[in-house]
């Protein structure tokens, strides 16, 4: 094995060991020196590979962010597509949850990481295009009149709202069952469009592309914003 891939091994279990460890901590915050002694390493190896617990947290967000994106990338039908978008946050809500919460931490605070987040939104830009191409795609098989960006804002608003249900000890206590109230948000968010019968196809084909227009003029923005 090469020094090059055992770098990339090596950094690979940190990010892995630094997720469980905030998984488990609950408050979105660890040390550098637990990680260190999870993983028998040095403290100063950890340097060698972030260079700062920060960087440490927005590379976990970026490697989440690229796997959503391989889940994603498989080219099935539109429907399988749609019901993934929501299954991505419902499946692991305390993940994504925290993730999310310790991203606009450190949009709100941190300086000095740009080449990074600029980087995690190129890659959610990707994500966003793909979605576009789903949700088009299923609207269309539908033929529902429901627009793309409404469709889209639907399936973010009961994925982030389910995953705060099923991530709170505190409603599962009278919600029961996860993987029924999982399957309910799919079958409603997937039969949504049919309760907007098609009128004019050519709204959704502009709501889509004034979208991915929008995206690509973001992309050209944030390269000159100070996060």
């Given amino acids: 094995m090469s020094r090059q891939h055992q770098f990339k091994v090596r950094e690979e279990n940190i990010l892995a060991m630094?997720?469980?460890?905030l998984l488990e901590s609950g408050d979105g915050d660890i040390t550098l020196d637990s990680l260190a002694d999870q993983l028998d390493l040095a403290k100063g190896t950890l340097y060698k590979h972030f260079s700062s617990k920060d960087e440490l947290y927005l590379r976990i967000i970026i490697r989440y962010e690229e796997h959503?994106?391989?889940?994603n990338r498989i080219d099935d039908c539109p429907s399988a597509g749609v019901a993934r978008m929501i299954f991505q946050q419902l499946f692991n809500p305390q993940k994504a949850m925290l993730l999310?919460?310790?991203?606009?931490?450190?949009?709100a605070s941190v300086?000095?990481?740009?080449?990074?987040f600029g980087e995690l939104y190129d890659i959610r830009r990707q994500r966003m295009k793909r979605l576009i191409d789903i949700i088009s795609a299923y609207l269309k098989d539908e033929?529902?009149?429901?627009?793309?960006?409404?469709?889209?804002?639907?399936i973010w608003a009961m994925g982030q709202g389910g995953a705060g249900l099923?991530?709170?000890s505190f409603y599962q206590r009278y919600?029961?069952?996860?993987?029924?109230?999982?399957?309910?948000?799919?079958?409603?968010?997937?039969?949504?469009?049919?309760?907007?019968?098609?009128?004019?196809?050519?709204?959704?084909d502009e709501d889509m592309q004034e979208l991915v227009e929008q995206i690509e003029t973001e992309s050209e923005e944030?390269?000159?914003?100070?996060y």
């Fill in 18 to 21: 630094a997720e469980q460890l």
């Fill in 68 to 71: 959503l994106f391989d889940i």
């Fill in 100 to 107: 999310n919460q310790i991203e606009e931490r450190l949009a």
């Fill in 111 to 116: 300086t000095g990481l740009n080449r990074l």
């Fill in 143 to 154: 033929h529902s009149s429901l627009s793309t960006r409404d469709y889209l804002s639907s």
């Fill in 166 to 168: 099923l991530n709170s």
């Fill in 175 to 204: 919600l029961g069952r996860r993987d029924t109230l999982r399957y309910a948000f799919v079958q409603q968010i997937l039969e949504l469009p049919s309760h907007y019968p098609a009128v004019d196809d050519e709204v959704m």
């Fill in 222 to 226: 944030h390269r000159n914003t100070n």
